[in-house]
């Protein structure tokens, strides 16, 4: 059965449906939209050779016109260059301001698409399609859009709210398990920093939900949509709250700019990440030994890792100060002061940093 949340935005609110086949409610999501102009159908190579057709019919259901755009899968791909050959394509094609993007794909797709669509003709509606649990539980909500820089990850985007987001979870069906789990890490994530009863949902539903028992996987997933959708209604452009959805951010992305992005994937990280965030919410004396295991048997259960002995630990303190959340010198540290619930510091000294990475060796 279908569902329906909204993100409360005022005027840029808008639905996420989620269940089995909600890909059905495309036509009437983009009626509601109105634009009349060509619709841009960005995917990438996976993702587009085994559902761009299923989607392309609903699009053309409506009346109006498709253009598909393929990019490279991958995260290498999501850079600048790339969004000159989506506006290209549709440029090309004849798309403008009447014009609607739709994102089929996981979050590189997401990001990229929403993108576009924040500059194309200086802006243009967008609507998300996520098929991987990363996209589905965090990247398609919310509007964060972008592309790296070889300097910086995400450090060229806008924040671009989609006019609806539909998550289908059949899609889910072909996502290679890898990719499963590193997502599920960003669900657990959810539960440590704001529901204790989602953390140990996804602690006794393991099983089921690495078997893909696709309505085991909807309850973190519409959980985590519920807890983001509030966290963005109270705090859009991130000036506070919405800053704890970063919990093992700092640390996980200093992980991937020091493998290059090469080893781990973003929720693998993130996985260790949240290790080391554990560690230091235990060195701070806020939670005890006992959150720390329960955490990392979690992403145990999840085959996710919680050590990396090699960990470069002058390499990562470096490269945490490159990472963009840094605010005149300043880095943000999430951490838990119990099981669904965590604050913010920006009093931890480079020690407490340094020992906290070394936890995690
Ligand atoms: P991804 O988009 O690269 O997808 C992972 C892989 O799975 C790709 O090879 C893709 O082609 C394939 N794939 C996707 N869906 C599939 C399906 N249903 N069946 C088979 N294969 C499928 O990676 P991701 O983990 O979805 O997203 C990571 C990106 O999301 C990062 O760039 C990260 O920065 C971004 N992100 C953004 C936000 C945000 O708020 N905007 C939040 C979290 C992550
Ligand atoms: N992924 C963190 C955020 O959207 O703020």
Not at 103 to 128: E, H, K, N, Y
Not at 223 to 237: G, L, N, Y
Request: some cysteine; proline content about 3%; charged content about 20%.
């Amino acid at each position: 059965m279908a569902m329906q949340l909204d993100v409360a935005l005022g005027e840029r609110a808008y639905p996420i449906y989620i269940g089995e086949g909600t890909l059905e409610r495309l036509t009437d999501a983009i009626n509601a939209v109105g634009q009349k102009g060509t619709i841009g159908l960005v995917t990438d190579s996976n993702v587009g050779s085994l559902y761009a057709e299923q989607v392309e019919a609903h699009i053309t259901a409506t009346g109006r016109k498709c253009i598909t755009h393929a990019m490279p899968a991958g995260e290498a791909n999501k850079r600048l260059a790339r969004i000159e050959e989506i506006c290209g394509t549709f440029l090309d094609a004849g798309l403008d301001r009447s014009s609607l993007l739709i994102a089929l794909g996981g979050g590189v797709v997401g990001d990229i698409t929403g993108f576009a669509a924040s500059v194309f003709m200086r802006g243009i509606p967008v609507i998300q399609i996520p098929t991987t649990i990363v996209a589905q539980v965090d990247s398609s909500v919310g509007g964060k859009t972008g592309v790296n820089h070889p300097l910086s990850k995400n450090s060229i985007g806008a924040f671009h709210q989609p006019q609806a987001v539909i998550i289908d979870m059949t899609l889910l069906k072909t996502l290679p398990e890898r990719e499963l789990k590193a997502g599920l890490a960003e669900a657990i994530k959810h539960g440590i920093i704001a529901d204790a009863k989602l953390f140990d949902y996804m602690v006794d539903n393991a099983a089921k939900i690495l078997d893909y028992d696709l309505a085991a996987i909807t309850v973190p997933v519409q959980r985590s949509c519920e807890i983001k959708a509030a966290i963005v209604a109270e705090d859009e452009k991130e000036h506070g709250v919405r800053a704890n959805l970063n919990y093992g951010h700092t640390f996980g992305h200093a992980i991937e700019a020091v493998t290059e992005y090469k080893v781990y994937l973003h929720g693998e990280a993130i996985a260790l990440g949240m290790c080391a965030a554990a560690a230091l919410s235990l060195e701070l004396r806020l939670v005890d030994q006992t959150f720390v295991d329960q955490q990392k048997a979690c992403f145990e259960a999840y085959g996710l890792p919680t050590r990396w002995p090699d960990l470069p630990v002058d390499a990562c303190m470096m490269a945490m100060q490159k990472d963009k959340k840094v605010r005149a010198g300043t880095l943000k540290f999430i951490v838990a002061d119990r099981m669904g619930h965590v604050v913010q510091r920006t009093d931890i000294t480079e020690a407490q940093a340094r020992a906290a990475l070394e936890a995690i060796r």
